[in-house]
């Protein structure tokens, strides 16, 4: 036997499977008796990410986790960084390959986006130290999702609540306007104030001095410099106010060219909390009088029936002085806006009768919806219900649990569209990353670059935490599922000196960072209802919305 008798693919063979080139050379010699091959083995025996090994896809991969990898022999250090790579839509992602423990290699993975799909390649120029060649190379698939270890020690549900309301409280308190007192629009504001912001953060001052968060007679204090600015600064137009004014001089501020007058659901927002406040402080010393004498007179000079529109049986939004009615804003239901009707019936100067609430708000029924979604019927509005903001403004103040008319049973209308909210984001029909019971809540927030009213008709993938915090009393479950989910998990990002930032959008790795005075509000007053019904129980118990409630045909249930 000589060595051109030898084929070319046995020659490859015996190469390897470990056979010398003395041992060719000696089957090519004709020698009757060669060394026993020895192969190798050089391979990858396992890779671990977090808790799972050997999978065929690496999926919610936290992005600071760490890839574990396993060989049977000791890899060559100098072969690691050509042939051991992660790669992004084809382009290469920095690694550090830790060789500390070889043949156990520690790639620690940093700077990962979430919910985005990676691939770490062996290739098959990797070598071991005895200079073999890895047996085959191969493609592991890594989609991330997000760092699910808890940011923040873990405390009892009702500690993480009044956690929650306290520091959400200090939007108001610390970064009110130090001029008027007022709620600024949002924390990129200086001397931008918010009427309806304004009317949710007195409600959320009596939460505070109710639990303590400051003294009684502080927040007697900054609310009486709150009516006092309204009252001696501020133009009002027929008694209502603009959406924005100025903090400093109390001057108006357009919202828009044609919006540069009275706003009567900004108004409407502000007045309750200003008659909450009302029923609050209801003692028999000077200041908490005057408090009450003087909100007494900002509610009665504000002319509802003006806001008809020379006598239509609707509600108009709103009035200016030098644009008029150029806005020709109806307030129709079924949104927000049920307070402001409820209002304009229960004032005791300037009254709507029932045919406009009738006429103009219910549309003679028309704002019915009767749909079942989810297996919810939902009595009122439109498709899904809309943005959960909803069933947050008017409510709170009216209690839904108390409150039936003619058209809805209001708990019904509440808890169903909440529910409906909840269950669309479960079962995240367009895909976004992050959906699902733990992160759920569309409603009117910050996107990334501008703003909008998210619903399940208008999903573009943002999760704002006021949508489920705020209703903690329609859905305690689904919504302390949310609360423990944004704060112990994504607390290093969305968790601030105000609390929560305004909104979130998993799958771009985005987080907003302002906080806006009507997203923030109805997280402390809605907890509040939920935990002890405070603003349900004022609001209701004022005689005036009592009569207006009466006048509209409301069942109000004890």
Excluded at 109 to 116: M, P
Excluded at 218 to 229: H, P, W
Excluded at 386 to 412: C, I, Q, V
Excluded at 472 to 495: H, I, Q, S, V
Aim: proline share 4%; aromatic share 12%; net charge negative.
């Amino acid at each position: 036997m000589t060595a051109h008798f030898l084929s070319r693919p046995f020659v490859r063979w015996l190469k390897r499977t470990g056979f010398t080139a003395c041992c060719l050379s000696g089957l090519a010699a004709g020698c009757k008796s060669a060394p026993t091959p020895t192969a190798s083995d050089f391979k990858l025996t396992a890779i671990t990410i977090g808790l799972r090994t050997n999978a065929d896809h690496y999926v919610d991969v936290a992005p600071n986790d760490t890839v574990v990898l396993t060989f049977s022999e000791t890899v060559a250090v100098g072969s690691i960084a050509k042939n051991i790579t992660l790669k992004q839509a084809g382009a290469p992602i920095p690694i550090t390959v830790n060789h500390d423990a070889n043949p156990v290699l520690r790639i620690p993975l940093t700077g990962l986006q979430a919910y985005t799909h990676y691939e770490l390649i062996i290739d098959a120029g990797l070598k071991s130290e005895a200079g073999a060649t890895i047996f085959t190379g191969k493609v592991f698939p890594i989609t991330t999702g997000i760092d699910l270890s808890d940011k923040f020690e873990r405390i009892d549900d009702d500690a993480l609540l009044e956690l929650v309301q306290r520091q959400t409280f200090r939007y108001f308190w610390d970064f009110g306007h130090p001029t008027s007192g007022m709620a600024r629009e949002r924390t990129s504001t200086s001397n931008t104030v918010t009427t309806g912001g304004t009317g949710f953060g007195v409600m959320a001052m009596l939460v505070a001095a109710e639990r303590r968060f400051v003294a009684r007679a502080d927040a007697l204090s900054r609310i009486r410099k709150i009516v006092s600015f309204l009252d001696e600064k501020c133009t009002s137009y027929h008694g209502a106010f603009a959406h924005w004014l100025h903090g400093e001089t109390g001057a108006t501020l357009a919202f828009s060219p044609n919006d540069n007058g009275g706003d009567l659901v900004e108004t409407a927002f502000l007045m309750q909390g200003l008659l909450a406040a009302r029923q609050y402080f209801d003692g028999a010393g000077a200041d908490e009088t005057a408090l009450r004498n003087d909100i007494t007179r900002l509610w009665e000079n504000v002319e509802w029936d003006w806001y008809r529109k020379n006598g239509e049986n609707v509600l108009y939004w709103h009035w200016s002085a030098d644009k008029g009615w150029a806005m020709n804003h109806r307030i129709t239901g079924w949104n927000e806006c049920l307070i402001v009707y409820v209002l304009a019936a229960s004032s005791p100067t300037h009254a709507i009768p029932k045919a406009v609430y009738d006429e103009g708000w219910a549309r003679r029924g028309a704002m019915a919806n009767g749909k079942p979604y989810y297996g919810y019927t939902l009595p009122l509005g439109s498709e899904y219900g809309g943005p959960l903001f909803f069933t947050h403004y008017s409510f709170l103040g009216l209690d839904p649990r108390r409150l039936s008319d003619a058209y809805a049973n209001y708990w019904e209308q509440n808890t169903r569209h909440t529910l409906i909210n909840y269950r669309y984001c479960v079962e995240n029909p367009k895909g976004h990353a992050g959906y699902g019971a733990d992160c759920w809540g569309l409603t009117a927030s910050d996107i990334p670059n501008g703003y909008t009213a998210s619903s399940p008709s208008n999903d573009v993938g943002v999760i704002a935490p006021t949508a489920a915090l705020s209703s903690m009393p329609y859905a305690p479950e689904e919504a302390l599922r949310a609360l423990r989910f944004f704060y112990y998990k994504l607390g290093d990002k969305l968790w601030s000196e105000y609390g929560f930032f305004d909104a979130m959008k998993l799958s771009a790795g985005w987080f907003a960072d302002q906080h806006i005075a009507i997203d923030q509000g109805p997280i402390i007053v809605m907890i509040e209802n939920y935990r002890t019904q405070l603003l349900w129980n004022l609001f209701m118990a004022d005689p005036d919305v009592q009569a207006g409630l009466t006048a509209l045909g409301f069942t109000v249930r004890e």
